[in-house]
Structure formats: C-alpha cells, structure tokens
C-alpha cells in the first residue's frame, strides 16, 4: 500500500522528534502543506510560520545557542534569499542547523517560474560548500536525522530537499 501525504508527513515528524528538535519555523509553500500542517499540530514541536526565510534562519539559529533542537523549512526560492543570513550567521559563527526545502524546478515540476530553481539551486549550494541531502524516496526520509547529527558535528549548516514525489507520497 502506497504511503499517502500524511503518512509522509507524520514520518518525517517521528524522525524530526527523535534526533531531537522541538522547533519548527516554517514558510509556506505548495508542496510542504501537509508537513507544516503535521508539525503545527503535533504537540511534539513547537511550531513557529514567519514571515520571512531569514527569520527562519535567525529563530533556528537563536534556538540552538538556547540547547534547543530546531529545522528551518521552506520552498526552494525562499532558500535562495537566505545565502547572506547562512554564511553571515551560521558560518561565521559556527552555527548549526537544518533546513528543509523543496526541490523545486527538477524535471517534472511544471511550474514554468520555479524552473531557474532547478537550474541553480544545487549549484548555489555547493558553491558555499554546505551539504545537501536529497530525500528523493520514501526509504531517504531516515537521513533526516544523519543530516541534523552531520549539522552538529560540522557546527555549520545542513539542507534535506523533498521532492514532490516523496511528499506526495508517490516515491
């Protein structure tokens, strides 16, 4: 039996609880619906929807130096915005975090205007040498945990991409 969007989001959920964070700021976007939606309401997380992706990233930063575990999520152009605040907060300061983003602009999205996503996205990530986990199958959503612990030991930033597929589901 194939998983359904809320089966994907509660997992994603278990796994988030068990490496530990208990805040989620999120921004949202078509594709995460389910998963804002699980994590607003599960009363594992503390969830946070802010106005702007750096505000995810500050709030998320801010959490850690307070001992607390947290995951910044948004669509993939919201990431974009958010190389000044990453390399300015996190890497100077030696801060870790996850984030969560969708993969926009890959093959089979036809969203003509999220297709330069998926011409820059990975590229702009590994020109500032943050890892990248893509959760491309409903078996990769465990890596979710191996990225928050890698962020931890690294002291500096990790980002998981959901495909549609995988959060819909379907993969």
């Known amino acids: ?3 359904t969007a809320d089966t994907v989001a509660a997992r994603i959920a278990d796994v988030a609880a068990g490496c530990g964070i208990s805040l989620v700021a ?20 503390r969830h946070v929807a ?14 850690y130096l307070s001992g607390t575990g947290a995951f ?13 605040a990453i390399t300015k907060i996190n890497y100077t300061y030696q801060i870790p975090l996850l984030i969560g983003i969708t993969l926009r602009g890959r093959p089979g999205d036809r969203a003509k205007f999220h297709q330069s996503n998926g011409l820059y996205l990975e590229p702009v990530i590994a ?6 986990v893509p959760i491309e199958r ?6 979710l945990a191996t990225a928050y612990r890698h962020s931890r030991v690294m002291s ?16």
């Open 1 to 3: 039996m194939p998983d």
């Open 26 to 45: 999120t921004l949202p976007d078509g594709w995460i619906t389910q998963l804002i939606t699980r994590f607003a309401s599960d009363a594992r997380f």
């Open 127 to 132: 020109a500032i040498d943050m890892p990248f």
């Open 138 to 143: 409903s078996k990769d959503i465990p890596a």
């Open 72 to 84: 910044a999520l948004m669509g993939a152009s919201g990431f974009l915005t958010c190389i000044y």
């Open 50 to 63: 802010v106005n702007r992706e750096e505000s995810a990233i500050g709030l998320c930063s801010g959490a």
């Open 156 to 171: 500096r930033p990790v980002v998981v991409g959901f495909t549609r597929e995988v959060l819909r589901g379907e993969a």
